[in-house]
């Protein structure tokens, strides 16, 4: 099992940047690849960003390219998702999932989600 814990949303004024963390323990000595969703009201989850187990590989929902950049630390068994450039329609609850392998579905573990407003 790995558990997983979000941190770093808010409130931010469209064009701000945030940065989200998560955290990861339990089995966290395999690598895992990671990834970052978000679900605005009244709307599915929807796929923001991926990273592969070791980080050399990264992918970005069309909306967000150029603006988000996903990362992840080993040691720290740490994911980030820097979001730069914020609009009001990245407004979410933002999740954080992991999985063997890397893609951008068939997710094992999910994080609780942390709230991101952005305001216009």
């Known amino acids: 099992q790995v558990q997983l814990v979000e941190s770093g949303g808010g409130l931010v004024q469209a064009g701000g940047s945030l940065r989200l963390s998560c955290a990861a323990s339990?089995?966290?000595?395999?690598?895992?690849?990671m990834g970052w969703f978000r679900q605005a009201p009244g709307k599915e989850r929807e796929f923001v960003a991926a990273i592969s187990r070791t980080g050399g590989i990264t992918d970005y929902a069309d909306s967000v390219k150029g603006r988000f950049t996903i990362s992840k630390d080993n040691v720290k068994n740490t994911v980030y998702l820097q979001m730069n450039s914020l609009k009001p329609e990245d407004t979410a609850v933002y999740y954080c999932a992991a999985r063997s392998g890397y893609g951008r579905g068939a997710y094992d573990y999910w994080g609780q989600g942390t709230q991101v407003t952005v305001s216009s």
């Open positions: 339990g089995r966290t000595g395999r690598r895992y690849g």
